[in-house]
């Protein structure tokens, strides 16, 4: 595994799911690691390495990889094996594209059809996001803004759009390594959701669209400006 023996130890002491078959809990690990970063885009994926490293045979080591790879998180590279999906910059941007509108109509028919119970939610992941932030808890902020956008998505009362919404959590997740980065983007991020939460509260359809697609816009605008600076090292 490409990242050392502090990789190797995070992986082994994030088991916690002994019940379930071995296949399924290497799987379950593997995929927690790969959304969360902590194995890195491009990472070898070697069976015999992962099977030492966790105390398996290959047998499980060799289910969970097949079932990552038909997921799309893991690939074949010709030259190093089966390695962690890279992000492909194109379809990252076609990604936000898509969602900005998704996000924007869910925003519009939320703010429509919203109740108060689903307004105080939203608060409250808010409210977490913003505490998240300032303790400098980025994996706070990845799970709160993943529950914002799920509540915004339930209150638009469209179970196809709820549908859509959902479909995309995991690419969300691999993307968010990256996106809660930067303690500067961090508070924009915030900012962004409170103008969403503020345009809801008010129960004004064009502004919580247009604040949900500017959201869309600008993490877009933040992942191309992120990696033309990796690319520039």
Do not use: C
């Amino acid at each position: 595994m490409a990242r050392g023996s502090a990789t190797r130890t995070s992986l082994a002491r994030s088991e916690s799911e002994a019940q379930l078959p071995a296949s399924a809990r290497i799987y379950n690990l593997l995929k927690e690691s790969i959304l969360t970063g902590r194995l890195e885009s491009g990472s070898r994926l070697v069976e015999l390495s992962l099977a030492s490293e966790l105390g398996v045979s290959r047998t499980p080591i060799r289910e969970a990889l097949k079932r990552l790879s038909v997921e799309g998180l893991v690939t074949v590279d010709p030259v190093r094996g089966m390695i962690v999906r890279r992000i492909d910059p194109h379809e990252v941007e076609d990604f936000y594209i898509t969602r900005e509108v998704l996000d924007g109509l869910a925003a519009r028919l939320a703010a429509q059809r919203l109740s108060g119970d689903q307004l105080i939610r939203l608060r409250t992941i808010l409210e977490s996001m913003e505490s998240a932030h300032l303790r400098g808890d980025r994996a706070g902020m990845v799970l709160a803004n993943m529950r914002f956008h799920d509540a915004v998505f339930r209150a638009s009362s469209n179970d196809w759009l709820l549908s859509l919404g959902r479909s995309m959590i995991d690419f969300v997740r691999l993307l968010s390594a990256a996106a809660y980065a930067d303690p500067k983007r961090d508070q924009e991020v915030v900012d962004e959701h409170r103008r969403i939460q503020d345009a809801l509260q008010a129960h004004d359809p064009e502004a919580a669209e247009a604040a949900s697609r500017e959201h869309m816009v600008q993490a877009r605008l933040h992942f191309v400006r992120a990696s033309a600076a990796t690319e520039a090292l």
